[in-house]
């Protein structure tokens, strides 16, 4: 590329590899399933705390109704807004917009939108684009 710039993406085996470290990848996974979701790039960034936050819980507990539990705790959400840099009511809207969307289902984030990885790891994902065409 030009000015010596490394590209972003990189066929390998007729993968695209699209580099990224550990605490970004939850906003670049987010990011790649925005035409499900439909959030904003404000509620990407929050959604992203959310679940690194998920994350964390995740290593200290296994049952997913406690670690879902312990996430919308009010504590948590307070520690998820104060990282996401966003006020009390701007954190109540972007919940409420999430539960719209359906990215968050009840008191839990939509299994859809939670990335199976594990830190350090690759992650691989394969799309299936079915065409509805008569």
């Known amino acids: 590329m030009a000015n010596g710039e490394e590209p972003l993406q990189k066929l390998v085996n007729g993968t695209t590899v699209i ?6 990848f939850i906003r670049a996974w987010l990011e790649v399933m925005k035409p499900l979701h439909k959030m904003t790039p404000k509620e ?8 690194k936050k998920r994350e964390e819980i995740a290593k200290e507990v296994s049952d997913q109704g406690l670690i879902d539990k312990l996430l919308f705790d009010e504590d948590t959400k307070e520690a998820v807004r104060i990282e996401a840099g966003v006020s009390q009511p701007h954190a109540k809207a972007i919940l409420y917009s999430m539960k719209n969307k ?8 939509s299994p859809r939108y939670i990335p199976l990885w594990k830190r350090g790891e690759p992650f691989r994902w394969v799309f299936m684009f079915k065409n509805e065409d008569k």
Do not use: F, H
């Open 19 to 24: 580099p990224t470290t550990s605490n970004e």
């Open 44 to 51: 990407m960034d929050y959604a992203a705390v959310l679940l």
């Open 102 to 109: 359906g990215v968050i289902v009840g008191k839990r984030i």
